[in-house]
């Protein structure tokens, strides 16, 4: 199989869809959600939204997600309600390894739109459209072994845990731990995620 480089990726012609929610790009209008976002303590120790974000500074990372493809990042999806189009968290499909069939999926929704299944339906939306991606063969997660509401919607979502991480990444100021969550491609079924075993 020739390997195609991330950078010659194109976004989705139809935007991927899963329930009550659709995945599109982040756009200004985001801006309410994203410093919603920003609220949470957690996020911005593991990425790059700074802790209770102002308005500009959402306007940036809302910049920054837009640019994630061009950059050879990967895909980073607004999160969005398909009734209305209002934004309640992000989704992201990283492939810096796409060279070894594998990606990593990371994702987040606002304070104020959780306990609505939001999050699992995303990432549902996301691992569809990511075995679209022929290069494409595996997709992980890891995820603190305290999270257990992201571990519920990994599993939800199709991918299972594969094992603990000791002192595996730096989060804030601390070593952390984190728990592999994975989902590898059908062999009978390229669109239909498939739990490893």
Request: glycine fraction near 10%; charge should be neutral; include cysteine.
């Amino acid at each position: 199989m020739t390997e195609r480089p991330v950078e010659s990726l194109r976004w989705p012609a139809e935007p991927p869809a899963w329930g009550q929610v659709r995945l599109r790009p982040f756009a200004e209008r985001d801006v309410a959600m994203v410093m919603d976002l920003a609220t949470d303590p957690y996020i911005p120790l593991i990425g790059s939204l700074p802790t209770r974000a102002t308005s500009g500074q959402a306007l940036a990372y809302i910049g920054r997600q837009r640019g994630r493809l061009a950059e050879a990042a990967g895909f980073s999806f607004c999160v969005v309600r398909d009734e209305d189009d209002v934004a309640v968290g992000g989704v992201g499909l990283w492939l810096g390894d796409l060279g070894a069939g594998r990606g990593s999926a990371g994702w987040a929704v606002a304070p104020r739109f959780r306990g609505h299944g939001f999050a699992t339906q995303a990432l549902r939306a996301m691992l569809t459209f990511a075995w679209t991606l022929p290069e494409l063969h595996r997709v992980e997660a890891r995820i603190e072994p305290w999270n257990l509401a992201s571990a519920r919607v990994a599993r939800h979502a199709g991918m299972a845990y594969e094992g603990t991480m000791t002192s595996y990444q730096t989060v804030g100021d601390r070593r952390a731990d984190m728990q592999l969550y994975a989902v590898t491609r059908p062999a009978d079924d390229p669109t239909t995620p498939r739990a490893t075993p």
